[in-house]
Structures are given as C-alpha cells and as structure tokens.
C-alpha cells in the first residue's frame, strides 16, 4: 500500500511543485501576450504559460517512471503524446495555425499511441463489458485524442475555467483508473492533476498568466491518451460532456471549423458593471458559457463556478458509468 501511494504522492508533488515554479519564467520569457476580453479594462496578460505545464509534466512522468520502470512503454507514449501536442500548441500560439491545420496536427499526436502498440482494440462498455474493436479501433485513435485537445482548448475562455474544469476531470479519472487496477494510468492521472493544480493558482480569476494552446491541447490531447491507455473510452466521453457539448455547439452555430480570433460577434459582451452577459445577436456563436448567460448576467467567477458544476454532475456520472463496466469486469 505504502509503495503504491508513493506512485501516486510523488508524481503529483512533482507536477504540482515543478509546474508552479516555472510557469511564470516561461511565460515571461516567451513575450506573447494577449488581451483578457472578458475585463473593462481589457489588461495584457503573458501567454504560453502552458509550457510551464509540459514542463511539470515531464518531470513528473520521468519520476513514475523511476518508481515504476515496467510501464515504461506507457509512460514513453503519454509523454510523447503530450509533448507533440505542445509542440503543435506552441507553432500555433507563435505563428497561428488555420483551425484546419490545427485540428489535423492534434490528430496526428495519436502516432506515439498506435506506434508503440500501448492501446487496447477492446473497450470497457458499461453493462456490456470488454467489445472487440480489432479492425476499426485504429482509425478512431486521432478522433480519440483530437476531439478532447480542441474541446479542452475551446473551453479556455474565461480565467481559471481550463483549468478547475480539467482537474475535476482528471480527479475523476484517477479514480476511475484505480477502481479499474489501472495504476499506471493512475499516475499518469496524478501527474497531470499536480500541474493543473499548481496551473489554476497563476489562471484563477484575475489570471496572471493564460496557457495558451500549448497548455490547453497538451491538456486535452493528455486527457484522450489517458482514455485510450487506461481502456477508459466511454468514461471520459462522459466526463467530458460539459466540453463536448461546448464544441458541438460552437461548431453547428459557425458551420465549421473556426478560431476564436476569426469571431466577429462574440458570444459574450462585457458589461459595464463588470458582468458578463450572452450576446443576443444571432450570428454569434453559441457556447456553453453564451447559455449559461442566457437567464442572466454574472460576474466572470460565477460563470465559471457554474462550469465546473456542469463538469461535477458529468464526473459523477462517469463514475457511475466505472460503476457499471466493473459489473461487467469484476470475477
């Protein structure tokens, strides 16, 4: 018990610890800045805090990987997909990729997952048990990890939404993978909670540093790694439902494939108390956070407050979903 503790304890520590001690070095240095639109003020905060998060991550899957060197190949294809995600993060945070090109690089982040071989062609469905996906299981591995990395990214609208939002997820996962003896999965779980955690300190309204993509698709291309190494497929679908929704519904507004940049009407108007209210103009995109508004106006902390419920009500139904395929697997 002691040993299988420190699995989890020491990740976590090092993601926590290493993640808030170079974010703000990392984003400064990087001299990329963008403009918190949802403030009066409209301040100028650093960017590409995110890689703070790469770096706590790494770390903390180089030190579950020396507590437990037998699930190396696992570690190797979470962290390779994590840094092939930043790296698409940072081209597109440094020179903007077209949402086209973005997409289809996050969906090539799953070559580490289907060259390596560290997925299952047979998924746990609740009530059903394991299902044989032996032929199609491989042409689903970049919609398994793209899907999540651009609906993580969309979600990251407001200050600390990415991140409270994502770390109730990733909790959720953790014990979901525990409850299904994936250990390995499970640390990979505490790692990426210890640098979302330490993340949400500098993100927290009023953020002092955004992650930009190349924290929010490492998150989210994180998330679809741990899913597919983890056999947790239609757990994290059902977790990340508030996210899902989110990107459905942005999508079928716009039409198509679209980055926040390219909106001319937002879906949200800052108003001059402070508040945030849903734009009632009908070419503007809807969100989850436009509906959310759409009874009345809230203050920015509220909205998300209001996020990171939607996202409980969905990890508990995820759990209820482990519930259910441990009826399934358990002798």
Not at 287 to 298: G, Q, V, W
Request: overall charge positive; proline content about 7%.
């Amino acid at each position: 018990m002691s040993a299988w503790l420190l699995g989890l304890a020491m990740p976590f520590l090092t993601g926590l610890f290493i993640t808030f001690a170079t974010t703000p070095f990392a984003a400064k240095k990087a001299g990329i800045t963008g403009v918190d639109i949802h403030k009066l003020t409209k301040p100028v905060i650093p960017e590409m805090g995110g890689i703070g998060i790469v770096t706590g991550l790494a770390a903390a899957v180089g030190v579950s990987y020396i507590l437990i060197p037998t699930a190396g190949l696992k570690f190797a294809t979470f962290l390779f997909t994590a840094l092939i995600a930043g790296g698409v993060g940072v081209i597109d945070d440094l020179y903007t990729l077209g949402p086209r090109v973005k997409t289809l690089l996050t969906a090539i982040t799953c070559l580490p997952i289907f060259l390596l071989g560290t997925y299952n062609p047979h998924p746990y469905l609740p009530f059903i048990g394991p299902i044989r996906l032996t032929i199609v299981y491989p042409f689903l591995l970049p919609f398994a990890v793209a899907v999540p990395a651009n609906a993580v990214n969309m979600m990251d609208v407001l200050n600390g939404a990415m991140p409270a939002t994502c770390s109730i997820v990733i909790g959720t996962l953790l014990i979901c993978s525990i409850l299904l003896n994936q250990y390995e999965t499970a640390a990979m779980c505490a790692a990426l909670l210890g640098c979302l955690l330490a993340f949400y300190y500098y993100n927290r309204y009023p953020a002092r540093f955004f992650s930009g993509d190349v924290g929010s698709l490492t998150i989210g291309a994180s998330i679809g790694a741990l899913a597919l190494i983890g056999r947790m497929e239609v757990v994290t679908i059902v977790a990340l439902l508030p996210f899902i929704m989110n990107a459905f519904y942005g999508l079928a507004s716009v039409g198509r494939l679209y980055e926040h940049k390219e909106i001319v009407s937002r879906p949200i108007l800052v108003l001059e108390t402070g508040q945030l209210a849903a734009n009632t103009d009908p070419n503007a995109p809807i969100t989850l956070t436009r509906i959310i508004l759409a009874a009345s106006p809230l203050r920015e902390q509220e909205v998300v407050r209001n996020l990171a419920v939607l996202t409980l009500v969905s990890s508990f139904l995820a759990l209820i979903t482990t519930a259910f395929v441990l009826m399934r697997v358990s002798p």
